[in-house]
């Protein structure tokens, strides 16, 4: 194979099997209304803008330095680098990620990495939907985990003017059914014992005192741990 001077624009008919740069002897190709509804790429391929109808099967890397345009999927790209991800045009467009087309298990997980090289993991989201910050093993709905002086969560509420605007809410949901008296939500306190065990030390807890619709009474509740307990 002779490395071609300059492109040759020609059709390709569609779907007769033409492939293209099987061969280092290729330098350049030209290609213009290219009808196939797949397009394999195995190796290292560079392009500068690519539009695609259908899908994309890639062994290898793709590099493209332009605008690149698939309607359709992308497979078997082990990273894929670009600055910004767009889920569509309209005001209603959706994005959506999601880890694996198969059934999904125990380490089905999404990573969200930043710093040198991605050597810090900010944000995980476990298969089960626990999201840890700071931790990639959240064990709660929703861990915050760091080391900073300042404490790992500030609650700022910037709405000026504004009465019952607070910077956090607790709501306590009853789906086993109607509210009662005795029934709220609380924050607990915990530190870890003398042998490294996490123990609720305290609690603050709202809770109704009566919970008669349009005599609704409430009640602010201290309680600390005694004797273990």
């Not at 894929?80 to 994005?95: A, E, K, R």
């Amino acid at each position: 194979f002779a490395p071609l001077s300059s492109p040759s624009w020609a059709p390709v008919n569609n779907n007769n099997g033409q492939t293209l740069g099987s061969s280092a002897g290729f330098a350049s190709l030209g290609v213009q209304d290219l009808i196939s509804t797949t397009i394999n790429v195995t190796g290292t391929s560079t392009l500068k803008n690519l539009t695609v109808t259908e899908g994309v099967a890639v062994t290898g890397n793709l590099t493209v330095s332009g605008t690149t345009s698939i309607t359709g999927s992308i497979t078997g790209i082990d990273s894929l680098t670009t600055p910004i991800i767009i889920g569509g045009t309209t005001t209603t467009s959706d994005l959506t990620f999601k880890t694996t087309t198969a059934a999904g298990a125990s380490g089905a997980d999404m990573h969200f990495l930043v710093g040198n090289n991605g050597g810090t993991e900010a944000l995980t989201i476990l298969n089960s939907g626990y999201v840890g910050i700071g931790t990639a093993s959240p064990t709660h709905a929703l861990y915050v985990q760091a080391s900073d002086a300042n404490g790992p969560v500030w609650f700022q509420n910037d709405r000026p003017n504004a009465s019952n605007s607070g910077a956090l809410v607790l709501y306590k949901h009853n789906t086993a059914g109607n509210g009662s008296a005795g029934i709220g939500t609380n924050i607990g306190f915990v530190t870890d014992n003398d042998t490294g065990t996490a123990v609720v030390t305290s609690r603050v807890s709202g809770i109704f005192s009566d919970a008669t619709t349009g005599a609704e009474k409430g009640a602010l509740t201290f309680d600390t741990a005694l004797a273990g307990s």
